[in-house]
């Protein structure tokens, strides 16, 4: 069993930044992939990034690509999501996932196996 905790959301200024954290607990997590997706309202979860524990494997999705940054801190068992230069089309709520499968992370979201509750993220422009 796995537990993923969210926070670090908030109302932000276009081009402004924020960091989001998940806090990881339970047995043996630290053999899963770490993934963070977001979604807007009326619209479907959306893969932003990806990293595992060592730190490689750290992969972000095009439309944050340059912008965002997936890092990891083992001694914390949290990982980030660094979000910069944030613009309005960046309003979602934003949810930590992990996954034995590098594959579920990157293309098949349906199939994760653990979730956090999300955190909001609100951007104005």
């Known amino acids: 069993q796995m537990q993923l905790v969210e926070s670090g959301g908030g109302l932000v200024q276009a081009g402004g930044s924020l960091r989001l954290s998940c806090a990881a607990s339970?047995?043996?997590?630290?053999?899963?992939?770490m993934g963070w997706f977001r979604q807007a309202p009326g619209k479907e979860r959306e893969f932003v990034g990806v990293?595992?524990?060592?730190?490689?494997?750290?992969y972000a999705a095009a439309s944050v690509k340059g912008r965002f940054t997936v890092s990891i801190d083992n001694a914390e068992n949290t990982v980030y999501l660094q979000m910069n230069n944030l613009k309005p089309e960046d309003t979602a709520v934003y949810y930590c996932?992990?996954?034995?499968?590098?594959?579920?992370?990157?293309?098949?979201?349906?199939?994760?196996?653990?979730w956090g509750k999300g955190t909001l993220v609100t951007v104005s422009s």
């Open positions: 996932a992990a996954d034995l499968a590098y594959g579920n992370i990157r293309f098949n979201p349906r199939g994760v196996k653990y």
């Open positions: 339970g047995r043996s997590f630290s053999v899963y992939y």
């Open positions: 990293i595992d524990w060592s730190g490689g494997n750290a």
